[in-house]
Structure formats: structure tokens, C-alpha cells
């Protein structure tokens, strides 16, 4: 017992010494004594104590430097040295954009316990010894197989949306209210967990979050077994959480113009002292956005259809956030997290349509008046609890989440026609208030450990339940002025879906340059889709294996290969298996589809990154059952009627190149490469089989300029591109953006002008049997906004001494964990 309590106190003592000797600025590092063969550890942030992924670390033997063994981090920050002979050796870290820290010496004994080091890394722009908060990282980092865009370093993102972020991340697409990434749909997460929103409702929650209140998003191109098995690739939002000690605060407030004012202001309080972390925030948002929608469609050759549409939409959005953390021993934590999203908008806009023959004259027009208003509530509640059962990073992980998103729709739609052979005036009216809830809940548990000397053991369990409740009335003004209900619109959908689902995955070395990894996610499903108009219910239960392979090839310290292989499955959104008729404008209509089946893909990608800094890949996706948007017209009316439907397959082919380079110590470029090749195979739909190449650009570049003055640009290029039902026209735009910090630099001021040149555009075609529609999608783009930031309360963070044992450090870790 006594020996057992010794060597415990030793390997805290140790935990605690590491982080300090990686900070310090002693020319020979002082030796600590590791009684293992097999040495793991974290490299960590100083400034978040969040582990730093895909950081490189290296394990020299003193008598022989040249000899050296070197590994990278994993997702969490964590490394492991498998087979390390009895000797001395010096650890290092490396992490772009941080300083290179003292190596710390090890002994490695023959035998003993297995301690985990902590290797604690600074910013480039950071002190040593006592650390600033700071955000001068480079917005885009890129590596083999992940982005991570620094939202809180970035000038342009101040005073901004989570969409406006997502629009300047490489490789991102948005289509549809989804995202692709790399041709593959994006599972969208916030914090890590899964929204379930999709279409409208996802890009609602999107242009209601500010950016102010994000501190990076991570976008996974190939994510492992642990993560859900719908979409190809993730999106991960995260948040910003207290990191500093003590209390501390801070305040915004920004204006901004584009044809309209808007404005935007917030706060934030948290409090951090031995094992409690308190963290809340208020935001508020009010914008005001046109948008204009021109469409030219021809039918059979023989009919012209003009619209003409002009909107504004006004937007409200409140959001507050609360998070607490609690250590309730040295290795184990709770915590709960709780935000809210409110959002009051309001829609005005007119449509103008014109039918007429082909060749001839206009025969009929239609003036169409909207005015509408929308209520979103959008509570979120999540509860964790992590603990390490071992010293060798062994750890159970539960989770247990709620998110429900609350809308109401009110619109009234005033149609006045005229045909003109006739000299006959027409006039109708139309209103609808659809109340509507989402609720996502869910339970999972993650369990990690490492067996004998290398293997390393991910495993967990998943349950999540999805309900969609849409309740749409639709009224039609009758004679008198009274409003009687439309039976042929008016319809309650809900839609139930349960997903049970577990998995597991090995990573072992093989050798000391290759790594392989095995995964595999088993899901099953049940889904009921219940029209309670029609009384009728669809149910459908499936189970599906899920396996995925990754081997990794470190050819050098600066080098790595990657190779990957992935069975993925993309589901449908919710309101696509809805069978009614949605109005859209008197020539548009929407209709879902109740036989929609999931779509499966198997995806192979082999990347290469060199020095963190120059980053490629190429990605092959072969999908069955792909999920595809088709038109069809309804000959009696000419109304062009969108939905989405099952084709046998499709494939997707991809390739990037990216690089990140610092100039100068000023200067920091990130650029980025990439094309796509999306194809769909219909034998009885061709105009659907038609597909090329299209290419996307961006650059992203910080200036430091003396007095604390940073600048930022931001432009980005895609080439037309076809595929499927859509051949889109080309893309560009540009951001520029400077920051002055004021105050004593407690203060920052940035000034951000997006799209000065008012260039962003979506022009588009649409083709389908006897339908060729040409659109031009032109939402305001051009901004200036002014934003200012200050902060309060203790913004230092005293590096850890020696004197305070390894307690403190696995304090830290656990404070600094996201559930």
C-alpha cells in the first residue's frame, strides 16, 4: 500500500513538473525519471489547456540525437511512444504557429509504472512565464485530414453569422440547406452534437448564431467510426468557454450598413477557481437583408414563364449560453451546458410573372404580395460526465443531450392576375400558420483504453430519438371576407425516427513509421412517417454495418500518408418524406416524397501533408440509392412542381491542395485548391446524367502590422460546375477586414467590409423533361461593419510551477474537456 501511494504521489509530481520544464527558458532541461517502456502523454494549449490535434511530437535518445522516433497527436491531443528502451531521452512537440518549447529529458526505466506527460505549448505571439489572451492565430489551418478554422482569430468574422463563417471555409459548399464538403454531404455538429436540422430550418439556426460567440469550426473530411455514420464528412461548431482564472468578462457591440442598418451587441461573464468553472453569455442580433430571385422558364418548347421576385427579410436573434464545469475528484468531471436561440423575423416581397408563348406575345400576367412573420425558439440542454480510470489514459465518457427547435410561421399571400386575350382581372389570397417543433434527444457513452504496449481501443454506445411535428393550415378568402380552410394544402405531418447504434475501433502500430486503424459503427434504425390528414403511416426499420480503415505512413518528421476507406450512409431530411403539396409562388410548388430511401456510399481518399503546411488529397465516392432534387410540370396548370427521389447511383470524385505559409513573420497566406466531379447515372431520367469538373479557389491572408494592426483578405473563386438536375455559373467575392487593439489592448476595434464589389451570385440552370429553367439567386452581400470588443478581469494566466504536483495538471485537463 505504501509502495502503491508512492507511486501515485511520483506520477502526479511528474504530471505536474512536465507542463513547467515545456515552458521553461533554461538552457539544459532539468531530467525526470519515467519508469515505463511505453510513454504517453497530451500536447496541450497553454493559453486553453486544450489538447492540440495533430501536433508532432519527438522522442530523441541522448546518446544517439540522429535516431529520434517521432508520432502525431490524435484528435483529443493525445500521443503514445510504443517499445522505448531503458534509457535517456529528450521529448519535444511541434505545433505550427506555436513556439517550439524547451525539450524536457526522460530517463526510461526497465520497468514501473506508466505516467502521462503534458506538454504545454505557447502561441507564437505568446510570453513565456505569464500568458495573454491573445487571437493572433491564422484563421485557416490545414492538415491531412482535417480545417480548422480559428473563428476568434479572424478580423472579417467579427460582427458576422456561423453561416457567413461557413461560406469562407475551403471546400465547403452550400446547396440546398446542406453543406458538402469535398462532393460529400456534411454532418453539421454544434459542440459536438448533432442537430438534426436540415434544409430551412438548419439555415435559420445558422443566420441566427453570432460569430462572436464561436471560437473555431472543424471540418472533417474523413471522420472515424465514433462519429454518426449519415453524411460523408463533419462540420464541427465549437463554441467559446472560459479558460482564464478568476473572474472575467467582456462586451461588443457593432454596427453595420449594406442597403439596410443592422447591429449587434453582447457580454459575457465566467468565473474559474479550483474545481469550478462558470461560464454566460448574452448576444443579440438585428439584421435587415434583400434578396433578389429572377427565373426564365420554358415548357415543352412552346411556353415562356417569367417571375421576377424582390424580398427583405428582417431578423431578430437573441442568444444565451451558460456552462458550468466541476471537478469532483483529481480524474473525474460533470458538466452541463445550456443555450438558447430565439429568432422573430419578418418577410415582405413581391413576385411579378408573365406567361406567354415561346415565340409570341405575354398572354397572362400575376402580381403576387407576401408579407409574413416567423417565431424560433431553439433551447439546447446537454450533461457529461468524464473520467480516467487509469494513469495510462484509459476513459469513460457519458453524454446525455436535448435539443428542440420551436417555429411558427404566419404568411398571407395576395395574388392579382389579368389575362390578357380576355381583358379578364383575377384576384385571390392566401394564408397559412404552420406551427411546428423538432426535438433531438440522445444518449451517448465513449469508452477509450490502451492495451499492453501499443493498441489503443475506442468503444461506445448511442441512442437518439428524432420527432418532427409540422402542422401547416392553409386558407383560402372567400366572398365576404371570411377565410376558409384549404383541404388540398392543409396537411399534419410527423415523423418519428429512432437510431440505435454502437461502435468500436483499434489503432495499432505497425512498426515504428505505420499506424493502421479499424473501425466498425453497426446502426439500427426505425422511422415511421405519419400523415395525420390522410391517415396514413409509412414505417421502415434497417440495419446497416458501417466498417472504415485508415493506415497511416509517417515517411519523415515533416511527412505523412494517409489512406482511408469509408461506408457511409446520407439520410434524407425530414420534410422530404412529407407527400403534400407546399406552395412556393403561383408557378412553384414543392412536394415530398414518402418513398425516399437512404442513399450508401463506399469512400476511398489518400492524402499527404508535409510540415503541417502543405496539405493534398484525393477522394473517390461510389453511392447507391443516390438522393438526387428532380422537376417535373403539371401539364394542366404549367406549375413546375421540385421534389427529390432515388437514383440507382452515383459518383463522386475529388482532389485538394492547400498550403499555409508564413512570409516574412508578418505575413501568413492560406490557400486552398480543390476540384470536384459529381455524376449521376438515371436510364430513364438523362438530362440528369450530365456532370463536369468544377473547380473552387480561396485565400485567406493576415497581415501584422506594427501598433498592433492585423489585417485580413479573404477572396474565393468557383468555376461553373454541372451535376445532376443544376448547372450553377461561377462564383467569386472578397472580404477585407482590419483590427486596432485600443485600450491598453483591452480593447479591440475591427472594421470589416464584405463583397465590396457586390460581385457574390448564384446563377443557375435547372433541367428536367420538357422544362429548362434558367435563375439567378442574388441574396445582399455587400456589408460594412463596425465592431468593437473589450474585455475585463484577469486576462493573464500564470504558468503552472513545479511546486503545485501533478493534481493541478489533471485539473486542468479535465476543466478544459469538451463533452
Known sequence: MKNALTASLFAAA????????????????????????????????????????????????????????????DERGAFRFAGVGAGEYLLEAHYLGYKNAQPVALTVAAAGATPSVTLVLAAAQQALGEVKVTGNKAFIEQ?????????????????????????????????????????????????????????????????????????????????????????????????KKNSAFGTNGSVSAGVGAGRFARYNGGSTLSYRRDKLNVFGGLDYQRTRQYRRFDSNRVLSQETRIDEASYSVTERNSQTARFNLDYDLTKRSAVGLQVRGIGTARQTDGHTNSAVGALAGPVSATNGLQTNGTAQGLNPTI????????????????????????????????????????????TANALRTYSPATNTVASFTADYTRTFGKATALEAGLKSLRTITDTDIHWENLAEGGTWRNDAQRTNH??????????????????????????????????????????????????????PNVALD?????????????????????????????????????????PGIRPSFSHNFSVSHSYDNALATSVSYGRHTNALATVFRRDPASNVLIQSETNLSQATTLDGTVSLTKQLGGAITMANFVGATYVRFYSPTMPWLNQASVGVMASSNTTVNLPKGLRAELNLF???????????????????VAV????????????????????????????????????????????FVRLNFSYRFGNQKIKVIKTRRTGIESEKNRLESATN
Open 14 to 73: 511528474l504530471a505536474g513538473t512536465v507542463p513547467a520544464l515545456a515552458q521553461t527558458s533554461a538552457a539544459t532541461p532539468a531530467a525526470t525519471t519515467v519508469g515505463a517502456r511505453t510513454l504517453s502523454g497530451t500536447v496541450a494549449d497553454s493559453t486553453s489547456q486544450r489538447g492540440l490535434a495533430f501536433a508532432t511530437v519527438v522522442l530523441r535518445p541522448r546518446a544517439n540525437p540522429q535516431a529520434l522516433l517521432s508520432t502525431m497527436t
Open 143 to 239: 492538415y491531412a485530414n482535417k480545417v480548422v478554422l480559428n473563428v476568434a482569430a479572424s478580423p472579417i468574422a467579427q460582427g458576422g453569422t456561423a453561416a457567413e463563417v461557413l461560406a469562407r471555409a475551403p471546400g465547403v459548399v452550400e446547396q440546398g440547406g446542406r453543406y458538402l464538403v469535398r462532393g460529400k454531404t456534411a454532418l453539421v455538429l454544434l459542440d459536438g452534437k448533432l442537430t438534426n436540422l436540415g434544409g430551412s430550418d438548419l439555415a435559420e439556426l445558422l443566420a441566427s448564431l453570432p460569430s462572436n460567440t464561436l471560437d473555431k469550426v472543424e471540418v472533417l473530411a474523413n471522420p472515424s467510426a465514433r462519429y454518426d455514420a449519415n453524411g460523408g464528412a463533419v462540420i464541427n461548431i465549437l463554441t
Open 382 to 425: 446537454s450533461l457529461y460526465y468524464r473520467t480516467r480510470l487509469d494513469s495510462a489514459g484509459s476513459e469513460l465518457k457519458l453524454n446525455a443531450d436535448y435539443l428542440s427547435f420551436h417555429k411558427r410561421f404566419d404568411e398571407q399571400y395576395r395574388n392579382a392576375g389579368f389575362d390578357l386575350p380576355k381583358q379578364e382581372a
Open 493 to 546: 405531418f410527423v415523423y418519428r425516427e429512432y437510431i440505435n447504434a454502437g461502435y468500436a475501433s483499434v489503432r495499432q502500430p505497425l512498426g515504428k513509421k505505420v499506424g493502421l486503424q479499424l473501425g466498425l459503427r453497426a446502426e439500427y434504425t426505425h422511422s415511421e412517417g405519419e400523415s395525420l390528414t390522410l391517415g396514413q403511416v409509412n414505417k421502415r426499420d434497417y440495419f446497416n454495418l458501417f
Open 553 to 593: 505512413y509517417r515517411m519523415s518528421e515533416k511527412q505523412q500518408w494517409n489512406f482511408s476507406y469509408q461506408r457511409k450512409i446520407d439520410r434524407f431530411r425530414f420534410d422530404i418524406v412529407n407527400p403534400f403539396l407546399t406552395y412556393i409562388s403561383p408557378y412553384l410548388y414543392y412536394q415530398g416524397n
Open 717 to 735: 473563386y468557383r468555376s461553373p460546375l454541372t451535376y445532376g438536375a443544376y448547372s450553377f455559373g461561377a462564383q467569386y467575392n472578397g472580404s
Open 739 to 782: 483590427s486596432k487593439p485600443v485600450l491598453k489592448e483591452k480593447g479591440t476595434l475591427t472594421l470589416t467590409v464584405l463583397d465590396p464589389l457586390n460581385l457574390q451570385q448564384n446563377r443557375y440552370d435547372t433541367r428536367a423533361a420538357d422544362v429548362q429553367a434558367y435563375s439567378l439567386d442574388k441574396a445582399e452581400t455587400r
